[in-house]
């Protein structure tokens, strides 16, 4: 039995991550940390009785759960996007360090890792492509880690239309051009369930990699 310490587990992925572990057989919940609950990571890591951590929060919450983590030498899966990946890397390099996996993913929905493979091949044929991200208005970063994710495997110098507005959850288009032709690929999610199977994956299979900074869902499919 792995048990999860879940930071962020009163937020809108959190409930949905909170029902997936618990009809897990594999996984339970060790500690809920949220401000809202009464609880914070500090207070879980410190009880002692996890396993390894997801962090679900808000942007300005992604270095000190890092931190956190490396100093209880405890892994943790990263879904929370907001750090620059130059920070990201100095943080991977503290954990390797201090002998402690750090798995980090731009977004754990399956169709999404297949939305930038598509996007960064169709990019080797087509010259031209923007993306446009949409998303709930209560997302707080832009753009999004999906969209620069995908922005960096097709090349790095992809334009990015960031929209927020209520009532959506997270859809991605990549939009390619060429001679006479567009093509669109698209990625919608339209309940934060389908972020459950990839966050899981990587809660079993955390303590196999090797210490310091894994990124992306597909280092582990």
């Given at each position: 039995?792995i048990?999860?310490?879940l930071?962020?587990?009163?937020?809108?992925?959190?409930?949905?991550?909170?029902?997936a572990?618990?009809?897990d057989a594999?996984l339970?919940v060790?500690?809920?940390?949220?401000p809202?609950?009464g609880?914070?990571l500090?207070?879980?890591l410190?009880a002692g009785?996890?396993?390894?951590?997801?962090?679900?929060?808000a942007?300005?919450?992604?270095?000190?759960?890092?931190?956190?983590?490396?100093?209880?030498?405890?892994?943790?899966?990263?879904?929370?996007?907001?750090?620059?990946?130059?920070r990201?890397e100095?943080?991977?390099?503290?954990?390797?360090?201090?002998g402690?996996?750090?798995?980090?993913?731009?977004?754990?929905?399956?169709g999404?890792v297949?939305m930038?493979q598509f996007?960064?091949?169709?990019?080797?044929h087509?010259?031209?492509a923007?993306?446009v991200?949409l998303?709930?208005?209560?997302?707080?970063?832009?753009?999004?880690g999906?969209?620069?994710?995908?922005?960096?495997?097709?090349?790095?110098?992809?334009?990015?239309?960031?929209?927020?507005l209520?009532?959506?959850?997270?859809?991605?288009?990549?939009?390619?051009?060429?001679?006479?032709e567009t093509?669109t690929?698209?990625?919608d999610?339209?309940?934060?369930a389908?972020?459950?199977?990839g966050?899981?994956?990587?809660?079993?299979?955390i303590?196999?990699?090797?210490?310091?900074?894994?990124?992306?869902?597909?280092?582990?499919?």
């Amino acid at each position: 039995m792995i048990r999860v310490i879940l930071s962020g587990a009163s937020g809108q992925v959190g409930r949905a991550l909170v029902s997936a572990i618990e009809a897990d057989a594999d996984l339970t919940v060790a500690a809920a940390a949220a401000p809202s609950l009464g609880i914070g990571l500090a207070d879980a890591l410190s009880a002692g009785q996890g396993d390894v951590v997801v962090d679900f929060t808000a942007p300005e919450f992604a270095e000190p759960a890092c931190r956190l983590c490396i100093e209880a030498r405890m892994p943790l899966v990263l879904g929370t996007s907001g750090l620059a990946p130059e920070r990201l890397e100095e943080l991977g390099a503290q954990a390797a360090a201090a002998g402690v996996q750090l798995f980090h993913a731009a977004n754990f929905a399956i169709g999404a890792v297949l939305m930038m493979q598509f996007a960064e091949q169709a990019r080797r044929h087509l010259p031209a492509a923007e993306i446009v991200e949409l998303h709930a208005d209560t997302k707080k970063d832009a753009p999004s880690g999906t969209s620069l994710a995908t922005a960096a495997r097709m090349g790095g110098d992809v334009p990015i239309h960031s929209v927020r507005l209520p009532g959506m959850v997270a859809h991605q288009e990549v939009i390619l051009g060429g001679a006479g032709e567009t093509l669109t690929i698209r990625h919608d999610t339209s309940s934060r369930a389908a972020f459950a199977p990839g966050v899981l994956l990587a809660v079993k299979r955390i303590r196999e990699l090797p210490p310091g900074l894994t990124s992306g869902l597909e280092a582990l499919l």
